[in-house]
T-cell receptor
């Protein structure tokens, strides 16, 4: 059973470009979470999704950020018109249906660098 | 608002000593408290968790205690080893079902 897969591991974008981060949850997991981590800081909740539904996006900036978890394929975190302040590690996690928001299994993260 | 405070931010111990990391939470309805270990450049990994109906849980050299009245919980690592060196994060699941993380503790175990 493969773990949570995130790609790319590293993403470099220039200011104003778009960043697309992908996350495939563990097999059998239907809950996906995105967290952002800045250096020497904790994990900041961004969004919680189930297949085709956004359950909680209270941690996501209202502008430029969006997330989806389609019926088929990985979950996507999309950042439009990136700025330097978006540089961070973005972690995706998944949990089994019976343990929503518990027993989170994290991916290896995507390190986004905005030049 | 929802908040999880974690202390200390850095902790250095000698190999074989014990390490204690403490967290407090603000939402009295929180009912689930996991601890994650993140080695440098790696993903956070769950090491132990506790529910609000339990006061203490132990797994080999790791234990977690919970004081619901005071709204704080602690991670205890005994007989520390160099491979315990990592950043440790506490978290609390709040009433809204969201997992809120503390700021992290960087533990260094010196041989």
């Amino acid at each position: 059973n493969a773990g949570v897969m995130q790609n790319p591991r590293h993403l470099v974008r220039r200011r104003g470009q778009e960043a697309r981060l992908r996350c495939s949850p563990m097999k059998g997991h239907s809950h996906v979470y995105w967290y952002r981590q800045l250096p020497e800081e904790g994990l900041k909740f961004m969004v919680y999704l189930q297949k085709e539904n956004i359950i909680d996006e209270s941690g996501m900036p209202k502008e430029r950020f969006s997330a989806e978890f389609p019926k088929e394929g990985p979950s996507i975190l999309r950042i439009q018109q990136v700025v330097r302040g978006d540089s961070a590690a973005y972690f995706c996690a998944s949990s089994p249906p019976a343990r929503a928001n518990e027993k989170l299994f994290f991916g290896s993260g995507t390190q986004l660098s905005v030049l | 608002g929802e908040n999880v405070e974690q202390h200390p931010s850095t902790l250095s111990v000698q190999e074989g000593d014990s390490a204690v990391i403490k967290c407090t939470y603000s939402d009295s309805a929180s009912n689930y408290f996991p601890w994650y270990k993140q080695e440098l450049g790696k993903r956070p990994q769950l090491i132990i968790d506790i529910r609000s109906n339990v006061g203490e849980k132990k797994d080999q050299r790791i234990a977690v205690t919970l004081n619901k009245t005071a709204k704080h919980f602690s991670l205890h690592i005994t007989e520390t080893q160099p491979e315990d060196s990592a950043v440790y994060f506490c978290a609390a699941k709040n009433q809204g079902g969201k997992l809120i993380f503390g700021q992290g503790t960087e533990l260094s175990v010196k041989p």
